[in-house]
């Protein structure tokens, strides 16, 4: 059953998280940057780059400012974050990837996967510049709307298939749980009534030996002649000796006290014949029965003879 139900729960796992991937949206960003310094003409220069997050990230730049109108944000002031403390142009060129975080403005990163030497020569240019250079960005969302065959598109027959594997779950969970409780319930009903039949036999069985009589054997009294013959207990295979207490069962077979009352306690019957102790004192269920059919004939009987 578990085989069943661990896969179904992460398949829905699996199309939530394609769902809420979907539901961001966003597929790339444009950035169109304007750098104008005092005395020189405005540089333009465009890229492109992915949201990603700002975790573990090794090098980033860190643009502050303010954003104007909508999508217009201007630059105040350019930092570096690395965690190898290094500013050179170099180790900036060759380290892969440039990052930036547009403060206050995005909480991801944006990682720059169009052209990156443009911008590295003016982010670096703004923090060595004073402060009569002006730097602006503009920012452009992409958003993906064309199909894309590796992303799930949850649709509404999608939302139905999740609810309906999940109700699935549930309800064989549900049977699961139900089926151990009543199987518990069933084995405890039976422990109960074992328990039960064995302390009604023990109790049968104790009324039983009551009535067996119980004597005192004497090698030179001859008046059991069953002893002439009988002179080794059947349970512990010991020969009887003086003095020592036996128990006459309804067959005529005798043993050791000690020996045979442990044993009708557990058995009911006799080691050598299998005569059952309980004979006259419980009736069989085939007595019941019989008994029961008598009743209802001489009840009918009786009724066919009052109404003639």
Same mark, same amino acid.
């Given at each position: 059953?578990? +085989?069943?139900?661990?896969?179904? *729960?992460?398949?829905?796992? &699996?199309?939530?998280?394609? /769902? ?13 940057? &304007?750098?104008?310094? =005092? ?10 780059? =992915?949201?990603?997050? !700002? ?20 630059? +105040? ?32 990163? *944006?990682?720059? @996967? ?7 020569? &003016? ?64 084995? =405890? ?9 064995? !302390? ?14 119980? @004597? ?15 002179? *080794? ?18 067959? /005529?077979?005798?043993?050791?006290? +000690? ?50």
């Amino acid at each position: 059953m578990s +085989s069943i139900i661990f896969p179904g *729960i992460l398949l829905v796992n &699996y199309l939530l998280l394609k /769902s809420h991937t979907y539901a961001q949206g966003i597929s790339y960003i444009n950035l169109h940057f &304007y750098y104008k310094e =005092l005395f020189f003409d405005v540089k333009e220069f465009k890229t492109r780059g =992915l949201l990603i997050s !700002k975790q573990h990230l090794e090098n980033v730049y860190i643009l502050s400012g303010n954003l104007w109108g909508k999508n217009t944000f201007n630059i +105040s002031k350019v930092t570096y974050k690395s965690s190898f403390n290094l500013m050179c142009d170099t180790c900036l060129g060759k380290s892969g990837r440039i990052n930036i975080l547009l403060s206050d403005i995005l909480d991801n990163c *944006i990682q720059i @996967i169009g052209p990156q030497y443009d911008l590295l020569q &003016y982010l670096q240019k703004f923090m060595n510049s004073t402060k009569t250079a002006i730097f602006q960005c503009t920012i452009e969302f992409i958003y993906d709307e064309t199909p894309d065959k590796d992303r799930f598109h949850l649709s509404k027959t999608g939302l139905f298939g999740i609810i309906f594997l999940t109700t699935c779950i549930i309800l064989t969970l549900l049977v699961c749980v139900g089926w151990l409780v009543i199987s518990y319930y069933r084995r =405890l009903a039976y422990r109960r009534m074992k328990t039960k039949l064995r !302390k009604a036999l023990a109790h049968s069985v104790q009324q039983a030996l009551e009535t067996s009589p119980v @004597i005192i054997f004497d090698s030179k009294n001859n008046d059991n002649p069953n002893l002439d013959t009988e002179t *080794i207990c059947a349970i512990c295979l010991d020969t009887f000796s003086d003095n020592e207490k036996l128990r006459r069962l309804q067959c /005529s077979h005798y043993y050791h006290v +000690s020996c045979i009352d442990p044993w009708l306690i557990q058995h009911q019957s006799c080691p050598l014949c299998s005569q059952s102790v309980l004979d006259g004192l419980i009736p069989s269920v085939s007595e019941q029965v019989t008994t029961r059919e008598n009743t209802q004939q001489r009840s009918r009987s009786s009724s066919d003879l009052e109404h003639q």
